[in-house]
T-cell receptor, first 114, second 111 residues
């Protein structure tokens, strides 16, 4: 079955450390997204990519970086510059003609600080 | 900017009760409106959507009607089940085609 796979499910980061969250999709979707979810808040867009080797900042891109070397993969790096990284991170995808409207979501990665 | 406000939770209901989760929006133009559901430990799933005024989205017994005059998109279900326990997010697609999500409403249905 097609879908989005995020790994790991739980991740712990030490102070000053960069960590990378994986997102892979086999839906043949062109667009991919990263969202951050905090308790009591809606999802906020970190980055999105509509095509390989191209990506755009979302509302809260500071302290994060992404790459899109393959259509299937859109990893997110949480850098040491992100001072409050503890959150639930969701990857999503959509076909391009849906605009920037995510259709499918992964099951998320929960990141915590040690 | 465009935004969505949904009723604060948590909401606790008994099985077979009637559900309403309120959602209102502020937008320039005519956004598309969505409801997503997030089951425990999972990502979001699109539940239903409406793209223009007076449209009714429906799925799995849930319904929501796009009311332009009241800028609302309330989610309803006539008889909830324990398996409906989840967090429900209202969202809109703004004029730049970006999604704006509400804060989510946690629903717990007790047997």
């Amino acid at each position: 079955d097609g879908g989005i796979t995020q790994s790991p499910k739980y991740l712990f980061r030490k102070e000053g450390q960069n960590v990378t969250l994986s997102c892979e999709q086999n839906l043949n979707h062109d667009a991919m997204y990263w969202y951050r979810q905090d308790p009591g808040q809606g999802l906020r867009l970190i980055y999105y990519s509509q095509i390989v080797n191209d990506f755009q900042k979302g509302d809260i891109a500071e302290g994060y970086s992404v790459s899109r070397e393959k259509k299937e993969s859109f990893p997110l790096t949480v850098t040491s510059a992100q001072k409050n990284p503890t959150a639930f991170y969701l990857c999503a995808s959509s076909i391009l003609r849906q605009g920037r409207q995510p259709q499918h979501f992964g099951d998320g990665t929960r990141l915590s600080i040690l | 900017g465009d935004s969505v406000t949904q009723m604060e939770g948590p909401v606790t209901l008994s099985e077979e009760a009637f559900l309403t989760i309120n959602c209102t929006y502020t937008a320039t133009g005519y956004p598309s409106l969505f409801w997503y559901v997030q089951y425990p430990g999972e990502g979001l799933q699109l539940l239903l959507k409406a793209t223009k005024a007076d449209d009714k989205g429906s799925n799995k017994g849930f319904e929501a009607t796009y009311r332009k005059e009241t800028t609302s998109f309330h989610l309803e279900k006539g008889s909830v089940q324990v398996s409906d326990s989840a967090v429900y997010f209202c969202a809109l697609s703004d004029q730049d085609n970006d999604m704006r999500f509400g804060a989510g409403t946690r629903l717990t249905v007790k047997p």
